[in-house]
C-alpha cells in the first residue's frame, strides 16, 4: 500500500500529501475495494465459488467512488486512477504495472463475444488513458503506450505510441516512458501551434526577400508608413 500511495504522490502534479492520498483519493479505495473483491472472485472453497459475494462488494465500492471495477479484472502494481468518476473496467480486463487511468475511461467490450472468451483489453505496464476515452475489445495496449483524452481504440495500440481521436490514430511512437500526461513533441498534438509556425516561417521568407532590395527610397517609406501606423495606433 504504501509503494501505491508513494507513486501517486510522484505521478500527481498537484504533490498531494500521503494522509490526503490516502484519505480522499477515491482511486485508491476503489483499489483496495478491487483486491479484497477479486481475491474472494477467485476463491474455489470445494467446488463453491463465491462470486455473488464479490460482485456485491464490487457494487458497494462503485457506490463508494463512482468507479466500477470488476471483481474478475487482473489489475497489477501502482496503478493510478487519478479522479476516476465513471471509469468503467471489465471482467477480463488485465492491467500492468505503473497504468495511469483517468476519469470516464471504458475497458470494455465490443459485443457480441462468446461467453467465457477474452472480451476486454490488456494494458501491458506503463500506459496512460485520458479521460473519457474508450478502449473496446480483446485488444492490446503496449507498453508505455498512451491514448488520448476521448479517444475509441478498437485495436492493439503498439508499446511506446500514443494514439488519438475517433476513431484513434497513431500519431507518436517512442520507446521512452513518460509516467503523466501526453508528450508535446509531436506536431499532430498541437495542429494550431503547427499551423502557426508555418505562417510565421512564411512570413519570414517574405521579410528576406524583402530585405533583398536596398532602396532607400522605398525603406524611407516603408519608415515612414511604420511611424504613421505607430501613432495612428494610440498605443
Not at 504504501?2 to 507513486?7: G, K, Q, Y
Not at 466500477?68 to 489489475?75: L, S
Not at 479522479?83 to 457480441?112: F, N, P, Q, S
Request: proline share 5%; with cysteine.
Amino acid at each position: 500500500m504504501c509503494d501505491l500511495i508513494d507513486s501517486i504522490r510522484a505521478r500527481d502534479p498537484a504533490r498531494p500529501s500521503f494522509m490526503e492520498v490516502v484519505l480522499a483519493y477515491p482511486g485508491v479505495h476503489a483499489l483496495v475495494i478491487h483486491r479484497v473483491a477479486h481475491w474472494i472472485w477467485t476463491l474455489d472453497i470445494k467446488g463453491f465459488k463465491p462470486q455473488a459475494l464479490a460482485r456485491v462488494i464490487a457494487h458497494g465500492g462503485r457506490l463508494l467512488t463512482g468507479i466500477e471495477i470488476h471483481p474478475g479484472a487482473k489489475i497489477g502494481k501502482r496503478l493510478f486512477i487519478d479522479h476516476g468518476m465513471g471509469l468503467v473496467i471489465g471482467e477480463t480486463a488485465e492491467i500492468g504495472d505503473d497504468v495511469t487511468l483517468y476519469h470516464g475511461v471504458t475497458l470494455g467490450g465490443k459485443g457480441g463475444d462468446l461467453p467465457g472468451s477474452k472480451r476486454h483489453p490488456t494494458l501491458e505496464n506503463g500506459v496512460m488513458i485520458g479521460a473519457n476515452a474508450q478502449v473496446l475489445g480483446a485488444v492490446t495496449i503496449g507498453s508505455a503506450a498512451k491514448i488520448g483524452a476521448g479517444a475509441l481504440v478498437t485495436s492493439s495500440v503498439p508499446s511506446g505510441c500514443v494514439a488519438i481521436g475517433n476513431p484513434a490514430r497513431l500519431v507518436n511512437c517512442k520507446s521512452e516512458n513518460a509516467s503523466y500526461g501526453l508528450p508535446d513533441t509531436s506536431d499532430d498534438l498541437d495542429p494550431v501551434g503547427k499551423t502557426i509556425n508555418g505562417l510565421l516561417a512564411d512570413i519570414n521568407a517574405i521579410k528576406a526577400q524583402l530585405d533583398m532590395h536596398d532602396d532607400p527610397v522605398i525603406q524611407k517609406d516603408n519608415e515612414s508608413t511604420y511611424a504613421d501606423l505607430w501613432k495612428s495606433s494610440g498605443i
